[in-house]
């Protein structure tokens, strides 16, 4: 009998389901078809081992012509079965080991319902087995949603450093520029002190020379009262004689007049001698009294002339910098002036100063104008310098009660310090560092005129006063930067403070996007990569909006259209303020903020009143793929409550949108 004679059927059967998967539908006794051609069982295959074992006693080894030990007809059997459904599957399917152990497993269950015997220890280890993976499976289930939490964390972990890095360069490049500033100052200070020594020492020689001259006018007072003296004792003798002509003058009273008058002047020059010994290095009084005055004076002046070159001081860097911005368009125009011949070269060669920038001295362009329209230069130099002098040198504090902010509350005279715009942004940035960071150690964020209060109390301590008035006078001065508008906004109440830190997290995010485009990591990107990365960076802005970005871009850092340096547009002016591109993309963002709070009033549009789950539903109209976390922000904002107390009240419609206009509410996802 030939083996093809005993190739058996199929000893399984499958059927596809709805998933494309195999599922077994019956199983046939691996005995009923191991027959010969006559229908009888075959002898060299038992169903027991029993049996088995016995004919392996009786026939320990059959070989086969080859030599080798001849397999059972059942075992090569199931080889066949296992290698036809292992090639049966498909191997690209995704649970393609999970099939191949099932095909397994039916191998092993058709060896356990032959050997009886053995049944119940297999199908024990069998049991366990299936326990075991089960077991592991779930543990594999509860472990695959931790795979996606840990690239989350990952991702949050290199953006915590990102932002770490970025501010550590501009904490270093600031405490660089601190060190640079103290350097100079010392040497200033030195220069000042070589300068009052100087001084000192010819007040010394004055007060000498001075002395000197006191010392003279002292004896020569003396001289003339003993001399006015003698005289008066010689008219009186004279007049006693002319009287007493007639009386003879005694010869021993005259030489004992004689030597009584010399031990007197003897006396007295022992007295004058102990005199000068004794008060040669004596100041009198008047003279201390008004030297003292002097310096007290001069003092005053020293301090009130190093308050004024320090203000004339910064104004002349800033006019450096300002002519050295101009000098090529300077220089520019006169090489065409030359070049055509123009008969205007005093006009060119000699530019007027930009008298615009001292607008902010004069509260406005338009008062300054009004100043300085129709004078010459030297007149409005005048009008300036009497504009500084005027300014006023003490604040009156307004006091403690409630009604006036926490960082104002002072009483008394206040010292103005005099705060020029350059100072107002540097104090600014410190605070809203300092405030980040306490936000970041904390769960809540205090009030920003709280923590302005702490900030200058803590900083300055006895002089926070003056820093809290000279600063809010110098922001005041100063509305028309946008970057210290915002800041007074957010201070007063009328702007939230998440439009700040809204912004920031806009123009990190930006720049980590550009960063992750520059593979080369040279510090510039081709138009092509720079335009993908804005549209990754803000995948909600227009094709216009993009194209602008990209032109101001361009502009700003006069791009021959080739790479754009991108860590170029992240650098900041001499005032502490960003550049064109980033201003665009703030004014953008709150285009945007903006247009949403439309697409939001026109869903309300009808509702005199609205509670929170209106503003909910109209929330996930206009946007549907904003979180909970997110809306329930929202909201809170709304209604100005906490997101877990969020009730079913109902307020104006208008007021529930002032509110989120002024917050940074911005849309999640696509319209």
């Known amino acids: 009998m030939s083996i093809k004679e005993l190739q058996l059927p199929p000893l399984l059967h499958f059927e596809s389901d709805s998933r494309g998967s195999q599922r077994h539908t019956g199983r046939i006794s691996m005995s009923k078809f191991i027959k010969t051609k006559g229908g009888e069982t075959s002898s060299d295959l038992s169903s027991g081992p029993a049996e088995v074992t016995s004919q392996i006693l009786q026939k320990p080894r059959e070989k086969i012509h080859h030599g080798s030990l001849a397999k059972p ?20 399917s995704p649970k393609v080991q999970e099939l191949r152990l099932q095909v397994y497993q039916e191998v092993f269950g058709y060896l356990i319902e032959e050997f009886k015997t053995y049944k119940p220890i297999l199908s024990a280890i069998k049991n366990e087995y299936d326990i075991t993976l089960a077991h592991l499976r779930e543990q594999v289930r509860d472990l695959l949603p931790l795979r996606a939490k840990i690239v989350l964390v990952s991702e949050q972990c290199e953006k915590r450093i990102l932002d770490l890095k970025v501010q550590e360069r501009d904490e270093i490049r600031a405490l660089k520029q601190e060190c640079q500033r103290l350097q100079h100052v010392i040497k200033i200070m030195r220069r000042q002190q070589s300068a009052l020594q100087i001084k000192v020492d010819h007040l010394k020689e004055d007060l000498a020379t001075q002395y000197q001259l006191y010392r003279d006018e002292r004896d020569a007072r003396k001289l003339l009262i003993i001399r006015i003296s003698t005289m008066d004792s010689t008219q009186d003798t004279e007049h006693d004689d002319n009287n007493e002509e007639l009386e003879p003058e005694d010869p021993m009273v005259v030489k004992m007049a004689l030597q009584v008058c010399r031990e007197d002047l003897t006396k007295a020059r022992v007295e004058l001698n102990r005199l000068e010994v004794e008060y040669s290095d004596v100041v009198p009084r008047r003279d201390w009294d008004n030297l003292n005055r002097m310096h007290k004076e001069t003092l005053m002046k ?93 604040f009156i504090g307004l006091g403690a009660s409630s009604d006036v902010p926490i960082y ?75 970057f210290i508008c915002l800041f007074n906004d957010i201070l007063t109440g009328k702007v939230d403070e998440s439009i700040y830190h809204g912004q920031t997290q806009l123009l990190s995010h930006l720049l980590k996007v550009l960063i992750q ?155």
Request: with cysteine.
């Open 408 to 482: 104002l509350r002072y009483d008394g005279k206040i010292k103005n310090l005099k705060l020029n715009k350059t100072d107002v942004i540097k104090v600014i940035k410190d605070i809203w560092r300092n405030k980040t960071i306490e936000n970041e150690k904390n769960d809540y964020s205090r009030d920003l005129q709280v923590f302005l209060h702490s900030y200058l109390e803590e900083h300055y301590t006895h002089k926070a006063g003056d820093w809290a008035y000279s600063l809010m006078e110098s922001i005041q001065n100063n509305l028309k930067d946008d």
């Open 302 to 394: 020293l301090e009130t002339l190093q308050t004024d070159f320090g203000l004339i001081k910064s104004e002349y860097d800033t006019l450096l910098e300002v002519h050295q911005q101009s000098a090529p368009a300077v220089l520019h125009s006169n090489q065409s002036v030359v070049e055509h011949g123009s008969d205007n070269k005093h006009i060119v060669t000699t530019p007027r100063p930009n008298w615009e920038q001292c607008s902010e001295m004069f509260g406005g362009s338009e008062r300054c104008k009004e100043l300085f329209e129709g004078q010459s230069s030297q007149k409005k130099l005048e009008i300036l310098l009497q504009e500084m002098n005027g300014q006023n040198e003490f």
């Open 517 to 671: 485009s520059d593979r080369t990591q040279c510090g510039s990107l081709t138009v092509l990569e720079f335009r993908e990365a804005l549209k990754k960076a803000f995948p909600l802005k227009s094709d216009q909006d993009i194209e602008e970005l990209l032109m101001v871009a361009q502009t700003e850092i006069r791009s021959n259209g080739v790479r754009i340096s991108y860590q170029t547009l992240y650098t900041e002016d001499t005032d502490g303020r960003h550049k064109e591109f980033l201003n665009l993309v703030k004014k953008q963002s709150t285009a945007e903020r903006l247009q949403y709070i439309s697409e939001l009033r026109a869903q309300l549009e009808g509702k005199g009143e609205v509670d929170a789950e209106h503003l909910r539903t109209a929330f996930k109209t206009i946007d549907p793929s904003l979180d909970s976390e997110t809306l329930d922000w929202y909201l809170s904002v709304a209604f100005k409550t906490k997101e877990c107390e969020l009730q079913a009240q109902a307020l104006n419609m208008e007021v529930v949108l002032q509110r989120l206009s002024v917050a940074n509410v911005k849309r999640a996802g696509p319209e």
């Open 73 to 92: 007809r059942f075992l090569e059997q199931l080889e066949c079965h296992l290698k036809r459904e292992l090639e049966a599957l498909d191997t690209h």
